[in-house]
């Protein structure tokens, strides 16, 4: 089931970058809009309107509503920026078109390489991958160092390890040639040791991951300090690996060194120490004590549910697997307890993201289905794909992650077609915009290979 093979292996790496919550609206040139806007009248949905001219339109688009503001807001230079909340709300809204193609390209070959980078973002939200790479591949042709670490945030899952090195190892080499600050070239060497060791245990190769995180360790200890967030978190990188190349007891006593160092420097809000509270989780795990292992993910999770989604995520996950190997019904029904109290906060609680709350939704699916009462299961996944399609649209990943749990559930209960219909969507739609790779994909290839099995 999709809930439960996420979390097998090592948990995945954390850092102190995460997706913007917010695409800034930058100013374009009238004579852009003017050559952009024939785009979207010549898409077919357009062709019964009865079109004013380009004059006409600017005239109405510039007009203020209401005695407030104009959906175009002129800027200097003959500029026009979109009115913020009008863009914040397309993008928010599952039912809004998609953005043409050919809109995405003439966006991506217009802005400077800085802008490009919010450009892939913006794409990589829509669920356009493909255009997200092509405006990152422009911003770090421009010397946009950082656009590696864009592109391994977009890609951590999807199976393209050797594109992300090659990219990071690529902006290691540029960023130095162009005389870049040390923190920018040290950042870059440490995702580089990260993606090489692998994010799940049995891939990547961890005694090079080893060599290389222990001398950007040496460098960032050097350079910026033994207390940097850069130094700590490139040692929380050398804690990973240290754990397969020596032993995890090393692993957990540094993982509790940089806990604590972290701590005192930085206090206890910083991601620097979250990210060492985790792995002292993950050491704690495979130093033997499972249950404590799963108190600090959980207690990790519970202070991570308004700042930092895909930590949220990853405690989950490595629970979830935890709990599939626990025979221990009474801490498993207290941990479906404390996730239904989680995601009941969640919902009132207008700091969580929407994709932060379906995910404890699917979650708590999980779990539930597997201390056996599949009906209870059953309706939390519908409320968890309804509310994913109806907020985030249905090729969002948590919906496609939704919808995978909801058909595990439909098949445990007996309802075959139902639940094989459920999986072909979801794979199909995987694949399509995500990939063939992608870990969504290969999950809705499990199930479905699951529910025939089971037919």
Same mark, same amino acid.
């Given at each position: ?16 970058? $995460? ?42 688009? =510039? ?35 998609? /953005? ?14 800085? !802008? ?73 060497? !440490? ?7 692998? $994010? ?5 190769? %961890? ?9 950007? /360790? ?42 604590? &160092? ?11 120490? +979250? ?16 249950? @404590? ?11 991570? %549910? ?5 930590? /949220? ?20 029904? @207290?941990?479906? @307890? ?23 939704? =699917? &979650?708590?699916?999980?779990? =539930?289905?597997? @201390? ?9 996944? +519908? +409320? ?47 694949? +399509? ?23």
């Amino acid at each position: 089931m999709a809930g439960v093979q996420a979390a097998r292996g090592r948990p995945g790496h954390r850092g102190g970058r $995460r997706p913007p919550r917010r695409i800034p609206h930058l100013p374009l040139p009238v004579a852009f809009l003017q050559a952009l806007h024939q785009t979207y009248l010549d898409m077919p949905t357009r062709s019964h309107l009865r079109l004013e001219t380009w004059e006409e339109a600017l005239e109405w688009a =510039t007009e203020p509503l209401h005695a407030t503001s104009s959906l175009l807001m002129p800027a200097a230079d003959g500029h026009y920026v979109a009115f913020d909340y009008l863009a914040d709300a397309a993008d928010d809204a599952s039912s809004v078109p998609d /953005v043409p193609s050919r809109a995405w390209e003439a966006v991506t070959d217009f802005v400077p390489p800085a !802008d490009a980078i919010d450009v892939a973002w913006a794409a990589f939200l829509r669920h356009r991958l493909d255009v997200a790479e092509r405006a990152l591949t422009r911003a770090l042709a421009g010397g946009r160092h950082e656009a590696a670490h864009d592109f391994a945030l977009m890609m951590r899952e999807t199976g393209r390890d050797e594109d992300v090195i090659t990219w990071l190892e690529r902006a290691v080499r540029a960023a130095a040639q162009a005389g870049a600050p040390p923190e920018e070239i040290i950042r870059l060497r !440490d995702q580089i040791a990260w993606w090489i060791g692998g $994010r799940y245990e049995g891939h990547g190769d %961890v005694h090079t991951a080893y060599d290389l995180a222990e001398t950007v /360790v040496a460098d960032s200890t050097r350079i910026l300090g033994a207390d940097h967030p850069l130094t700590l978190k490139s040692r929380i990188t050398l804690i990973r690996q240290l754990g397969d190349v020596r032993s995890p007891e090393e692993a957990l006593a540094m993982a509790r060194e940089v806990a604590d &160092i972290a701590a005192r420097v930085h206090g206890t809000d910083h991601w620097t120490h +979250r990210n060492a509270r985790f792995e002292v989780a993950v050491w704690t795990l495979y130093c033997g004590d499972r249950h @404590q292992a799963v108190r600090r993910w959980r207690d990790l999770a519970e202070d991570e %549910v308004t700042e930092n989604p895909a930590g /949220v995520e990853d405690c989950l996950r490595n629970i979830t697997a935890v709990l599939n190997e626990l025979d221990d019904p009474a801490f498993n029904a @207290q941990l479906v @307890q404390w996730l239904e109290a989680l995601a009941e906060r969640a919902r009132t609680n207008g700091g969580v993201e929407q994709p932060t709350l379906i995910l404890l939704y =699917t &979650i708590l699916t999980t779990w =539930t289905g597997n @201390q056996g009462d599949h009906t209870r299961a059953r309706d939390i996944a +519908r +409320r968890a794909l309804k509310e994913g399609q109806k907020t985030l649209g249905a090729l969002h990943l948590r919906t496609i992650d939704a919808q995978l749990v909801l058909a595990h559930q439909e098949g445990e209960l007996g309802e075959s077609a139902r639940a094989r219909t459920l999986v072909e969507e979801a794979e199909k739609a995987a694949a +399509r915009v995500y990939g063939e790779s992608h870990r969504m994909t290969i999950w809705a290839r499990e199930e479905r290979d699951l529910r025939a099995a089971h037919s």
